[in-house]
């Protein structure tokens, strides 16, 4: 088992930025791949970024490239998402995600493990 909390959601005004971060206890961190996915009121839960167990391949939905960054802290178990130039379409729920695995991917399927999510809010 593994447990994931969110933190860093809250309210931003366009063009802000803000950083998730997902901390992850319970199993062997570097095991598993992490992912980031988002769902906004009505809309389907969404993919939003992925990191593999070693770190060294990122993978971003088309809607957040160039804007978000997602990293791990190996040493802290923690996988962090930085979002810069939010923008109001960027209003969800995020959700923490792991999977036992080394590949990241985009598929929600495809992960085991959820946290409860963390609320973000862009105003325009």
């Known amino acids: 088992q593994v447990q994931l909390v969110e933190s860093g959601g809250g309210l931003v005004q366009a063009g802000g930025s803000l950083r998730l971060s997902c901390a992850a206890s319970?199993?062997?961190?570097?095991?598993?791949?992490m992912g980031w996915f988002r769902q906004a009121p009505g809309k389907e839960r969404e993919f939003v970024a992925a990191?593999?167990?070693?770190?060294?391949?990122?993978s971003y939905a088309d809607s957040v490239k160039g804007r978000f960054t997602i990293a791990r802290d190996i040493a802290k178990n923690t996988v962090n998402l930085q979002m810069n130039s939010l923008k109001p379409e960027d209003t969800a729920a995020y959700y923490c995600?792991?999977?036992?695995?080394?590949?990241?991917?985009?598929?929600?399927?495809?992960?085991?493990?959820w946290g409860r999510g963390t609320q973000v809010t862009v105003s325009s």
């Open positions: 995600a792991a999977r036992l695995a080394s590949s990241a991917t985009d598929s929600s399927a495809a992960y085991s493990y």
């Open positions: 319970g199993r062997t961190f570097i095991d598993y791949t």
């Open positions: 990191v593999s167990s070693s770190g060294r391949t990122r």
